[in-house]
């Protein structure tokens, strides 16, 4: 089994708060040792210690987390993440002050104290982020940043700390017209977070656009552009890269956005499960066949997973590849279907893919492998359609609420939905997750969907 470096690296990041947590315990714990009080001021202190000592954790948790000083350019460059380090202790310990100032705990906690421990507790932070960040580039690099080159008929040897995969011996070519390809391609670059390619320069197009549609930063291997100087391009040993693709989100908005999909999905179970069990039990009623519809999609990074609904049509009428859109006088829908389509109800267990990290709530919407615009394949329509799938797909998205929802009749209704998800993935935040979900209320019942 191959290790995982997001593992690893959350299990850092906890390392180094917990690091950051205790330098200003112990800032604010070892002042009141040294200097001399009078007892019964001392006793004041040790009954305000305490609970001082807590809030100002949990105060630069948030500040810090906000702030990113726990996030891979750390582990590139120690520089880099302790200013925020740095800024966040900073604005926390302003914070502190002005509490004291307003609450007046001037009389309980001396204001030599709390500067004392702002002074000793940035030391202790900076010290311990010095030592961990030797200790990264001494012996930990390789367990925190998986970084795979992929030689396409070529003989380019990367350097040591590169994982070099020969393309041709998997069988996997870039191939934009097969989802199968693209499926294989995100499989074998799985955790990885640099991807560089070094390919014939005729392919060089292909293996960009293939890049693109995953979450992660994507380089191609370009000597000649090297003589002209340009930004953006990255290294790889003594060879220019192009960079055609980054990551979409930092580990630490990753979190957010999971931490947000969770608070969501949880609750939502727990309170429809009684609605859930009457629909399953009307489903089974209604017609023969399973409660639950599974059906293969495509997933972030051009992964296949598949997809739980409500079944909502004939077994024997299915289709599998999703090749025939639902239509308003549809004969393959049961009665029961009918109604749970018409109410998006249908869509409810995806929020088991939600728990099981294959889906988010907000996201761009996965489609069927045999899903087409008119008479053509979505991919066909439009090239840029991989890229949709930078980010998990989701329950709602961006395209759901400004209404393109229903059959893709005509390539336009594809194109719409596809430029809205590519806006989402370019603007994600997660104040905008959540005026989406309010805003799916609305639309939960459309004209389009039957």
């Known amino acids: 089994m191959r290790p995982n470096p997001h593992t690893a690296r959350i299990c850092l990041y906890a390392s180094l708060l917990f690091l950051d947590w205790l330098s200003i315990t ?46 891979l350019i750390w582990v590139r460059s120690i520089s880099v993440e302790t200013g925020p380090a740095v800024r966040s202790l900073m604005l926390t310990y302003g914070a502190l002050f002005l509490i004291s100032y307003f609450f007046r705990l001037e009389r309980d906690f001396s204001r030599l104290l709390l500067a004392l421990a702002m002074i000793l507790s940035l030391f202790l932070i900076v010290t311990f982020r010095v030592m961990v960040g030797t200790l990264i580039d001494t012996r930990l690099r390789g367990r925190l940043v998986r970084q795979v080159l992929l030689c396409d008929n070529c003989n380019f040897q990367p350097p040591a700390d590169f994982e070099r995969i020969d393309v041709a011996a998997l069988g996997l070519r870039p191939d934009l017209k097969d989802p199968a390809m693209l499926n294989m391609l995100a499989q074998t670059i799985q955790n990885a977070d640099r991807v560089t390619i070094a390919c014939q320069p005729e392919n060089r197009r292909n293996w960009a656009m293939m890049l693109k549609g995953l979450n992660v930063r994507g380089e191609i291997i370009m000597d000649e552009i090297g003589l002209y100087g340009p ?17 979409t989100l930092p580990l630490r908005k990753a979190i957010a956005k999971r931490a947000f999909d969770l608070a969501c999905c949880i609750p939502a179970v727990i309170a429809l499960a009684p609605a859930l069990a009457i629909i399953a039990l009307a489903i089974k009623l209604d017609s023969k ?51 749970i389509r018409r109410t998006s109800i249908d869509e409810l267990p995806q929020l088991f893919n939600v728990l099981l990290g294959q889906m988010s709530i907000v996201g761009p919407r996965p489609h069927a492998l045999g899903s087409l615009a008119g008479d053509q394949l979505f991919w066909d329509v439009d090239e840029r359609y991989w890229h949709r799938h930078a980010l998990k797909p989701g329950i709602t998205g961006l395209a759901q609420v400004r209404g393109y929802r229903g059959a893709t009749v005509y390539t336009e209704d594809l194109t719409n939905r596809l430029q809205a998800d590519l806006e989402y993935i370019a603007n994600w935040s997660f104040w905008k997750d959540l005026a989406i979900v309010f805003m799916t209320l609305k639309v939960v019942v459309h004209r389009n969907t039957y």
């Open 289 to 339: 066949g399973p409660v639950l519809f599974r059906q293969r999609r495509v997933g972030r990074g051009n992964e296949f997973f598949h997809i739980l609904k409500f079944r909502s049509m004939r077994v024997e009428r299915t289709d599998s590849d999703g090749s025939r859109s639902a239509s308003r006088d549809d004969d393959r829908i049961t009665r029961v279907g009918y109604f």
């Open 26 to 71: 112990i800032a604010f714990y070892l002042p009141q040792h040294l200097l001399h009080f009078s007892p019964t001021y001392a006793t004041e202190i040790s009954t305000t210690l305490p609970p001082m000592t807590v809030v100002a954790c949990l105060l630069y948790g948030i500040i810090a987390f906000n702030a990113g000083a726990f996030s």
């Open 231 to 247: 930004l953006a391009i990255g290294r790889v040993g003594a060879s220019s890269a192009l960079t055609v693709s980054i990551g």
